[in-house]
């Protein structure tokens, strides 16, 4: 095809957009990196800056030495997400499948108690006294990984429209004919064939494990069982109490910006190597999903 | 069809009625108990009968937690006594103070059956208003003699008082604030200053004169942009606008707009005119960074703080990742119902039983071994009694693999009932006691403001506080321009009513004390 005039202007122009969109995008991250390793005292009174006077990995060694605190939420925070996303995309295939067959009974009371918890929830408190009276989930692990779990439904509708509008039904019909099973026509042709919008499912469920630390703040109080969110949050807010009450924490000394900084990294950079490998499932995923729902 | 629905019907209805008389006679059973321990506390000696009741108990602290076992350990030690003394069981908790403000308030908004627990005294007021915490003062006066005792005066023990509800008991600790400032020492020997005669923000910016030029690349002051000037005593009455507050309160009883006053405007004037010269740190208007973190970089000479107490200067160089500093007290310690009660202990609504709950915080309160376990763990694991009869960490322990060391004396219930730990002063404690005798105490000690009946005012007031209190009292604003401006959005909010209110409720607090 021969480009136009036209087309080339275009194509300079956007790039030229997206050029400017992708720096505002990174800056941030640049200038959080830049921060974790600039000098402690360079930091302070210059402020942040991309082009620091001193470079230091005083953090970064702190973290080395003190790794088997901060390992520890780190294995916390990879274990959740891992098992977390596991489960949620398995629950939400198996809710979101039958749903996409129109031969199932009572499909539309289903769909309404779907769409009705998510316009309506119990709130906080009621939530809570459920979680913390009834499930006991108060300081262990279930804290960290049941609440996202059940509050999944709007991925099961899109899950179920991308299923509903992307697999005919003559496959499943033909499988039938051939005497699969459902729960085999579940596992080798709903499966395979959402595989978009099932990494699309899990992309966002990831996410949100991994960057939960609120469940953390209202269920663990047990500082062994932290992620390291929840972490970061608990060293900002103890530098708050210094500042207000003038009284140290009781063991150590406040961490400094720069430290605060790095653990900050450490705890995206996963999430900066992953995400690159799973972009291609995610647009097409999210695209198709919503499209043509 | 419709007459399984009758039937379903009659099920539930009966199952309501059935659930409903349970509920009454637990209830009455309930009331019976309290009546029993009313009787068993005069003759406590044959209480061994009835079941223990476990009294949980919550306590914050700035630090992460000690792990579980070290908690139950001590707790199981604490039990030893309590079980024989009271028949009750201690159940202990510590949450960090980081989720603190989210996790107890959603406690006790799902009626969680917490006993005691630690408390800001500043959100009592709204506790209160929320039906969380309950009134104390019949418990305290019947179950709790002892407690009573321990405080220098009534008044000081009923200090967490709005409206004659009691809603807690203050965390004994030094009961006044000070206006002071503090020196890096290393400098002041640098350069062979003497501060001792420092007294007024005149004499600090004469000193700043002298000192930026000696050192020129140097910070003057760390500014802290989260408190009220700090040389300014005045009592806040439990406001939080920070804008109403009664001057010199240990003669005068009028509450009056902070924001119009010689010593608001003096306060901010100073610290404009070191922010213009860039003895203050550049960023202070919005800085989050706790200001000791400048002192300890090297970077700022001074701070202005509140706390002038006898472990005042220790603490603050622990702050300062311990940096040697000088303090310089700048007026005289005052006392008023913010400052004696920064933290208290309250006693939850969801308690099953506030009685027993008092019983056992009299205990905990008056006795030093119950005092020594919360604090400093058990003897010969996480301490041991040195020749002076200090405490210390045993052989080969110290504070990285401690089981159990909270060092927060100040936010446990009764910190003077401590053995004090071998690096402070054997007598430290009754340092702080004397300190606190001479404190210069407020006429409306004991009142605390409710601000139900304006809410919507302070509200407002709170908003336009935010726009321009930061960058007035570090300076960064000029209050010639600026103060002007505030007074008028603050009238114009309807601070001369919350002033009004205020005033009224305090005129009839102190009726009713007189």
């Known amino acids: 095809m021969i480009k136009s005039k036209q087309d080339k202007r275009f194509e300079v122009f956007a790039s030229v957009v997206m050029v400017i969109v992708m720096f505002i995008i990174i800056f941030p991250f640049v200038l959080l990196f830049i921060s974790s390793i600039t000098e402690e005292k360079t930091l302070l009174i210059n402020g942040y800056s991309i082009f620091p006077e001193k470079l230091s990995l005083a953090a970064y060694e702190y973290i080395w030495n003190s790794r088997d605190v901060i390992f520890r939420a780190y294995a916390t925070t990879v274990g959740v997400t891992v098992i977390g996303t596991t489960l949620h995309v398995l629950l939400v295939a198996l809710v979101a499948y039958p749903l996409s067959l129109r031969r199932l009974p009572g499909k539309s009371v289903f769909n309404f108690l779907l769409l009705f918890t998510i316009l309506f929830n119990g709130g906080l408190v009621p939530t809570y006294m459920i979680y913390t009276t009834v499930f006991h989930i108060k300081d262990t692990y279930f804290a960290l990984l049941v609440p996202n779990l059940l509050f999944s439904s709007f991925n099961a509708i899109i899950v179920r429209t991308y299923l509903r509008t992307n697999v005919p039904s003559e496959l499943y019909e033909s499988a039938k004919i051939d005497g699969a099973s459902e729960f085999r026509i579940f596992r080798e042709i709903a499966l395979p064939l959402g595989k978009p919008i099932f990494v699309t499912v899990a992309v966002f469920a990831g996410l949100n494990y991994w960057n939960d630390w609120t469940n953390g703040l209202y269920y663990v109080s047990d500082s062994a069982k932290y992620s390291i969110q929840q972490m970061l949050n608990v060293m900002v807010k103890n530098i708050q109490y210094l500042t207000q009450f003038g009284r140290a924490p009781t063991s150590g000394s406040i961490p400094s910006v720069g430290l605060r900084m790095a653990i900050a990294f450490v705890a995206m950079l996963p999430i900066l190597i992953i995400y690159p490998f799973l972009t291609k499932y995610f647009e097409k995923g999210i695209t198709l999903g919503s499209v043509k729902g | ?514």
């Open chain 2, 1 to 514: 069809m419709k007459k399984l629905l009758s039937l379903l019907l009659v099920a539930v209805l009966l199952l309501g009625l059935v659930a409903g008389c349970s509920n009454s006679s637990q209830n009455d059973t309930a009331n019976n108990d309290s009546q029993g321990t009313t009787n068993d506390s005069d003759t406590q000696n044959d209480t061994n009968s009835e079941e223990p009741y476990q009294v949980n108990m919550v306590i914050t602290l700035p630090a992460t937690a000690p792990d579980a076992a070290a908690i139950e350990r001590v707790t199981a030690a604490i039990n030893e006594i309590t079980l024989p003394a009271l028949n009750m069981t201690l159940s202990l908790e510590v949450v960090p103070y980081s989720m603190y403000l989210e996790q107890i308030p959603l406690r006790l908004s799902s009626g969680s059956d917490m006993d005691i627990f630690t408390a800001f005294s500043a959100l009592g007021p709204s506790w209160i208003n929320a039906g969380y915490i309950i009134d104390m003062n019949d418990y305290l006066d019947e179950y709790g003699p002892d407690i009573i005792d321990t405080y220098a005066s009534e008044d000081l023990a009923r200090v967490c008082s709005m409206d004659g509800f009691l809603y807690g008991l203050p965390v004994h600790k030094e009961i006044a604030q000070q206006p002071t400032i503090f020196f890096r020492t290393d400098i002041l020997e640098k350069h062979n200053i003497d501060v001792s005669n420092i007294k007024t923000l005149a004499d600090v910016d004469a000193l700043f004169e002298e000192v930026s030029k000696l050192e020129p690349d140097m910070w003057m002051l760390a500014a802290d942009n989260t408190a009220q000037g700090k040389t300014i005593v005045a009592d806040f009455l439990g406001t939080t606008t920070a804008s109403t507050c009664v001057l010199n309160p240990e003669s005068s009883t009028e509450v009056v707009n902070l924001i119009a006053s010689d010593e608001f405007y003096e306060w901010c004037d100073y610290n404009h005119k070191w922010f213009e010269k860039g003895w203050i740190n550049p960023g202070a208007a919005s800085d989050t960074e706790s200001y000791y973190t400048y002192i300890a970089s090297g970077q700022a000479f001074a701070f202005f703080s509140d706390y002038g107490h006898p472990l005042s200067e220790s603490d603050q160089e622990a702050n300062c990742s311990g940096t040697d500093l000088t303090m310089v007290q700048m007026g005289e310690p005052y006392c008023n119902t913010g400052t004696s009660a920064v933290f208290c202990y309250c006693i939850g609504a969801g308690s099953k039983d506030p009685a027993k709950a008092m019983q056992m915080l009299n205990l905990i309160m008056t006795s030093p071994e119950i005092m020594n376990l919360l604090n400093w763990g058990e003897e010969g694991v996480d301490y041991v009694v040195n020749e002076d009869g200090l405490l210390d960490f045993p052989e080969g322990v110290d504070e990285s693999n401690v089981g159990y060391h909270l060092n927060a004396g100040w936010i446990l219930p009764n910190q003077f009932m401590c053995t004090p730990w071998c690096t402070s002063e054997p007598d430290i404690y009754e340092q702080i006691q004397a300190y606190n005798e001479t404190a210069v105490v407020s006429k409306s000690l004991g009142f605390v403001f409710d601000p139900a009946a304006v809410a919507d005012e302070v509200t407002a007031v709170t908003n336009v506080r935010s726009k321009y209190y930061k960058a007035l009292i570090v300076g960064a604003v000029d209050p010639d321009e600026y103060i002007p401006m505030y007074l008028e959005e603050m009238e114009a909010a309807g601070h001369q009513k919350i002033i009004d209110e205020i005033q009224r409720q305090l005129d009839e607090f102190l009726a009713n004390k007189a």
